[in-house]
């Protein structure tokens, strides 16, 4: 970490002793400070009215006690999260996570990241996320109901179609969303936008569920052009097999391109003919199954056990699309050595600080997770705003409006990187772009929290 203004390192070191348990949020909170030092030094304006200070210390943090019945008729207790990181720009948003990994400092680094992913959609959204320690593997769906109604009956008074809106996250599908929303109306006797993410029969929107991957590869190709290069013909690695990871297969083969691997949390697959993602798709979404299943099925695939070697396959693009921290410097410099060109993150935070700063000393095309993943949170925010109109757009108008908000997202981040000083940092240009309107926004709503 480089900070050498004192006003951000003074605020770091402030974060660091509040919060000494929780490195997720730091590395978070470090990444996004480290880009804003010539932004504060050409805004002092941000330094007198504690802008900085306010905005890495979340509004509202809910933790809360889930207890459910397990088929066994044995009580179980998990622990609920929601924080409410950010309004300046509109009610909050963001996902819920149910996966054993989720702690209070998970959900505030997502929370955080996503406050700047929100302001970058240019939709009138605010930074919040949520979510349970619950592990939804080997569960019955009848446990998951009572899970997600459990969780929802305690959070439903936290939230609303204009104050929070939760969508789904790892664990979180429209099942789940389904159960929650069920409950929630049940419990408050409305039929609102509470949740995005909702089956088409009860306000959900076209495009949802392919948005995040879709949009990946929008923000990705509109990269790869202002490089003079594209997606037909290049060779693409893809980590996980979830929600993410299918719908950027999906886009990045429309593109002309050739997936060759994808994986899950037990290891990766290897098809150099090309992932026959409706094989994926069957294994991943209606069996629930793992990944190795792939080679049963498709003659001539490989599986390797354990998911980090996954990035040693020689690519032209990476796309890590399963989880925080999964690319590593190691994991970055053997992408680098194969000629690996572009890479971009479909997972929030997938790449360790030592990995980003690889990428970048290498030349490498690098599209960070809060603008290249910005494209569910976008059309949720498409969904809302259907909601509310009580009206249903086709799914070509959705991709369309979600391929114009990535396409400008991406240009905000080139954008905001060449004015700042960081050309061809989309790191920076996409943290110093998402600041700046919450920053504008703050300012002009006075001292609220
Ligand atoms: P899913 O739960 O649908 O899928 C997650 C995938 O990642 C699964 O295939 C899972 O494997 C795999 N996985 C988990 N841990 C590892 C690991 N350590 N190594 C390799 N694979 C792993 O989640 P999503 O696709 O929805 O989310 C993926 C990422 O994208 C998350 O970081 C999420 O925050 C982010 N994101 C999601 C959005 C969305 O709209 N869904 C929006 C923006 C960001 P297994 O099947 O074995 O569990």
């Known amino acids: 970490m480089k900070l050498s203004n004192s006003h951000l390192a003074k605020v770091y070191e402030k974060v660091c002793k509040r919060n000494p348990h929780e490195p997720e949020f730091l590395q978070a909170v470090g990444e996004v ?111 998951i109901m009572r899970f997600c109604q459990s969780f929802i009956t305690e959070l439903c008074r936290h939230i609303g179609a204009d104050t929070d809106v939760p969508a789904g996250d790892i664990g979180v599908g429209a099942r789940e969303i389904g159960y929650m929303f069920g409950q929630y109306k049940r419990l408050n006797n409305e039929f609102t936008g509470v949740l995005t993410g909702k089956s088409m029969e009860c306000g959900g929107s076209l495009v949802r569920k392919e948005a995040t991957g879709y949009g990946l590869c929008y923000f990705t190709d509109e990269m790869l052009r202002a490089a003079g290069r594209s997606f037909n013909g290049a060779r693409v690695i893809i980590s996980g097999s979830g929600n993410v990871s299918i719908y950027a297969c999906e886009k990045a083969v429309a593109l002309g391109a050739t997936v060759v691997a994808m994986s899950d949390s037990t290891g990766y697959i290897l098809d150099s003919n090309g992932i026959n993602l409706e ?74 600080p030592e990995a980003v700063e690889h990428f970048l000393e290498s030349g490498v095309l690098f599209g960070p ?26 799914f070509e108008e959705v991709d369309a409006k979600l391929k114009e908000i990535m396409v400008n997202i991406y240009k905000k981040c080139a954008n905001a990187a060449e004015e700042y000083g960081h050309p061809g940092n989309f790191v920076a240009g996409a943290n110093i772009a998402g600041f700046l309107k919450v920053a504008e926004a703050m300012k002009w709503q006075g001292l609220t929290h």
Request: charged share 25%.
């Open 279 to 352: 094989v994926i798709k069957q294994i991943k979404e209606v069996e629930r199954t793992d990944i190795s299943e792939y080679t049963k099925l498709v003659p001539g695939a490989k599986f390797y056990e354990g998911s980090t070697g996954i990035w040693k396959v020689k690519c032209d693009i990476a796309l890590p699309c399963a989880t925080q921290n999964e690319v590593d410097g190691n994991a970055a410099r053997a992408l680098v050595a194969n000629g690996c060109y572009a890479v971009a993150e479909g997972a929030n935070m997938p790449s360790t």
């Open 33 to 143: 400070l480290e880009s804003l030092q010539t932004v504060v030094e050409r805004h002092p304006e941000y330094v007198d009215t504690g802008i900085i200070e306010r905005m890495v210390e979340p509004e509202r943090f809910i933790q809360f006690r889930v207890s459910w019945v397990d088929d066994n008729g044995k009580v179980q207790v998990n622990r609920g999260f929601r924080v409410q990181f950010n309004s300046a720009l509109g009610p909050y948003k963001g996902g819920l996570r149910f996966h054993p990994s989720v702690t209070a400092s998970v959900i505030k680094f997502l929370g955080f990241e996503q406050t700047f992913k929100n302001s970058l959609t240019g939709l009138s959204m605010g930074g919040g996320k949520g979510g349970s320690d619950f592990n939804p593997k080997g569960k019955s769906d009848r446990e």
């Open 369 to 394: 997770a809060k603008a290249a993943n910005a494209g569910g949170v976008a059309t949720s925010g498409l969904e809302m705003i259907q909601n509310s109109m009580r009206l249903t757009w086709t």
